[in-house]
């Protein structure tokens, strides 16, 4: 008879949203350079936008503007404004061309069809991911989204993830953490969890393999492979 897989001892699947689920660089890029194009900048290469995803939208925006030679004490000035403008503009087009990685689906698939619990823990803002999440028909496989707008935190805090924790009655080793970035990574070491490195998402894959993470993958597909029972040799 097959063998249980490792990963399928985990009653918890925790997922990190840009750059694991969806692959959302193209909407970013264009609503940060939409952005600095409103205030009279010229627009940044996608390589340098995509490089500052991860930490939250005020971090996306804020390093954006000192990369397109904006002075600080004007960044704080118009700060408040610049992120209000940039909200609204991600918000409207924030589906543009946003999608599912590949496998993306089939994994939330397989983890529902074997009992496991599933929760978002993303630095995004509540608004966007919330809609985007709710157009791919995926959010109410969530028992929670933990924004990176709300009252918890952002990533590496992990108090987002122990919240998610108390509130499913799991403990930290029956629980994985599945992202794209060190953020992900320090996050699941914070919070005593184990974690499976997405390489083929929009953080530094050579960054994160080399910070030992306890599964790596470069498709979404090979988590999916993973959970299957393994059979067993005669």
């Not at 193209?26 to 205030?39: E, F, G, H, K, S």
């Not at 397989?110 to 993303?122: E, K």
């Not at 985007?132 to 496989?141: K, P």
């Not at 960054?207 to 090979?222: K, Q, W, Y």
Request: proline letters at 8%; hydrophobic letters at 40%; a negative charge.
């Amino acid at each position: 008879m097959p063998s249980a897989s490792p990963l399928s001892s985990f009653k918890l699947w925790v997922f990190d949203l840009d750059g694991t689920l969806i692959d959302s660089r193209y909407d970013l890029v264009t609503a940060v350079n939409a952005t600095l194009d409103n205030l009279g900048l010229s627009p940044l290469p996608e390589a340098t936008i995509v490089s500052y995803i991860g930490d939250g939208a005020e971090d996306l925006i804020r390093r954006s503007l000192e990369s397109a030679g904006m002075p600080t004490p004007v960044i704080c000035g118009l700060f408040s404004e610049t992120m209000a403008w940039f909200l609204d503009y991600y918000g409207e087009h924030c589906l543009d061309r946003t999608v599912p990685y590949p496998g993306a689906l089939e994994l939330l698939d397989t983890v529902a069809a074997r009992g496991h619990g599933m929760a978002v823990l993303t630095n995004k803002p509540e608004k966007p991911a919330l809609k985007i999440l709710a157009h791919l028909g995926i959010l109410e496989r969530f028992s929670h989204v933990i924004p990176g707008d709300g009252p918890l935190g952002k990533k590496p805090d992990p108090t987002g993830m122990a919240y998610i924790l108390k509130a499913v009655n799991t403990l930290p080793h029956e629980s994985v953490l599945v992202g794209d970035s060190l953020q992900d990574l320090q996050t699941a070491r914070n919070a005593g969890v184990s974690f499976i490195a997405f390489l083929g998402g929009l953080g530094d894959s050579e960054a994160i393999a080399a910070a030992t993470p306890d599964v790596e993958v470069t498709h979404l597909s090979e988590i999916t492979a993973l959970l299957e029972p393994t059979a067993t040799r005669p």
